[in-house]
């Protein structure tokens, strides 16, 4: 089935870095969904994400919704070991369908 | 409010056996939908169910696959005479039906067969 590509596919990172992950695709969104996933568990909703060029903060992190419709950002500040599991992006497109599309996922690993 | 909620967290069958796994939406969600996950992959869509029809079921196998998702109780999502390649998490996701269609996921149900 069609995916967007997410990247990094993994990054390992010290503790107190900045991380920044991206999902591009060749559609157009109209939203924009950002998860975690820990180890045994579901995947929980981090921030959502409606209208191009819309940024949106929850604690340390940070998304934004590109302004070309088709791409969008995460941003995580001073990390720390609790960030470490897999970050998907999942996007809604515009036509007639109430599937979103789910990145491949970001793996992170934090380095205390 | 209570979230998503799957049962039973843990299901081992052997080859052969049925499999059923529950799905409750969230509160006044009336969207579920269900994904498939191996280890160290992304999320597979199987199906996508509102109360009483199937609206899109294009990510599930042809066969010994089946779901619904009745006027009353959980959804279910059914295998029958399960294989080893049918181990994997099944996560079950909700959303409310009216935009934005935000999904909410439940814990998952990790199926091993043996």
């Known amino acids: 089935g069609q995916q967007l590509n997410q990247s990094p596919q993994s990054m390992f990172i010290q503790e107190g870095e900045d991380v920044s992950m991206n999902c591009t695709s060749s559609?157009?969104?109209?939203?924009w969904l950002w998860y975690k996933q820990d180890p045994g568990e579901g995947p929980v909703l981090l921030i959502a994400?409606?209208?191009?060029?819309e940024l949106t903060s929850n604690g340390r992190l940070t998304a934004q919704f590109g302004i070309t419709r088709k791409d969008s950002f995460l941003n995580i500040s001073a990390s720390i070991p609790s960030d470490v599991g897999i970050y998907f992006c999942?996007?809604?497109?515009?036509?007639?369908?109430?599937?979103?599309?789910f990145g491949t996922g970001t793996r992170l690993k934090v380095l205390a | 409010n209570a979230g998503v909620m799957q049962n039973p967290r843990h299901l081992v069958r052997r080859r052969g056996q049925e499999a059923r796994l529950r799905c409750s939406p969230m509160?006044?969600?009336?969207?579920v939908y269900w994904y498939r996950q191996l280890p160290e992959e992304g999320l597979k869509f199987m199906v996508y169910?509102?109360?009483?029809?199937?609206?899109?079921e294009s990510g599930m196998p042809k066969e010994r696959f089946s779901a619904e998702f009745p006027k009353e109780g959980p959804s279910i999502l059914r295998i029958q005479q399960v294989v080893r390649g049918d181990s994997a998490a099944y996560f079950c996701?909700?959303?409310?039906?009216?935009?934005?269609?935000?999904?909410?996921f439940g814990p998952g149900t990790r199926l091993t067969v043996t």
């Open positions: 169910l509102q109360k009483e029809n199937i609206i899109d």
């Open positions: 996701a909700s959303s409310p039906p009216t935009g934005p269609y935000e999904q909410y």
């Open positions: 994400l409606y209208k191009a060029g």
């Open positions: 509160k006044g969600h009336s969207h």
């Open positions: 999942a996007g809604h497109p515009t036509s007639g369908t109430y599937k979103y599309i």
């Open positions: 559609s157009i969104f109209n939203t």
